[in-house]
């Protein structure tokens, strides 16, 4: 178990359908899912996807910590291990956060999504989980899932002109009150 290299855009296997895990691989994962969180930790990272570190399987996990010095204004969350999710959109009216990415390093882009979904998946047990998530969360789950579906926040950014290095981002929008926080 150990901390792995995050494959960043342009490798092809982020741009692939991950395979579902089959019961018994989900309850034979602890090494994959102790991989994504030493990864993620040492990423300081809120979430990440098992294609993300070149494994081509749906899972994913996603952790917002009490602190993080990356996200210092975000809300605790628990913890997630999810495994073969479905998503359902409950409100599709959309909100907006300035999103980054460990496969997208260096970059920010302003993505909007639904507001509200429920996420249908399995947990490290292979046990059927179905949470109802709004707000900054729901961004962060529909951000990973995606990786699970061959999809970067890139691909999202309806405006390009909201796509921008971090150094400009910090000195040219971070201020803007009309955008919510980075994700």
Known sequence: MARRNVIRMGHPLL????KPLSKEEILNSQELIQDLFDTMAEEKGIGIAAPQIGVSLQAAIIELPKENPRYPDI?????FIIFNPKMTVLDSTTQGYWEGCLSVPGLRGFVERPRKVCIDYLDQEANSQRIELEGFLATVFQH?????FGVLYVD???????L???EEFI????EDEQLEEDV
Request: charged share 40%; hydrophobic share 30%.
């Open 15 to 18: 741009r692939e359908l991950a």
């Open 75 to 79: 809300e605790e969350s628990d913890t």
């Open 144 to 148: 990973e899932l995606d990786h699970l």
């Open 156 to 162: 999202r950014i309806s405006d390009k002109t909201k």
């Open 164 to 166: 921008s290095f971090i």
């Open 171 to 174: 000195q040219f929008h971070s």
